[in-house]
């Protein structure tokens, strides 16, 4: 039985966000992915606080992706440290569950 993860990523814009997407979609190495196309993120860099707009998204996968599909999103991203964040799924419809099985390699 596949383990279900949520993957997030923050982008600095829609252009690269649609862009990571695609490639974790086209070798699908996630089932779907939601772009959120505006938080505020504040946070520490460099000892200084600092804050951005960027774009959130939300990748759903499998467990055996993650390695993959983290460097994938890393090699395309321009952020020295790119968020990437996986996050177990603990429950979800079984349909939605075993789509998500059904799309992913």
């Keep these: 039985m596949n383990e279900f993860i949520l993957i997030l ?12 997407v695609n490639a974790a979609l086209k070798p699908k190495l996630a089932a779907c992915a939601n ?7 504040h946070y520490w860099w460099k000892e200084k606080l600092e804050n951005e707009r960027e774009v959130l998204i939300l990748f ?4 055996e992706n993650i390695p993959e599909l983290e460097q994938t999103i890393c090699n395309l991203h ?3 440290t790119p968020e990437f964040i996986a996050i177990p ?6 349909k939605y569950l075993n ?3 059904e799309n992913t390699n």
Excluded: C, M
């Design 60 to 63: 759903k996968t499998i467990e």
């Design 78 to 80: 321009p952020y020295d």
């Design 99 to 101: 789509w998500i099985s």
């Design 89 to 94: 799924i603990a429950s979800g419809s079984q």
């Design 35 to 41: 772009i959120i196309p505006s938080i505020e993120s």
């Design 9 to 20: 990523v923050t982008a600095p814009n829609i252009k690269l966000a649609r862009r990571l």
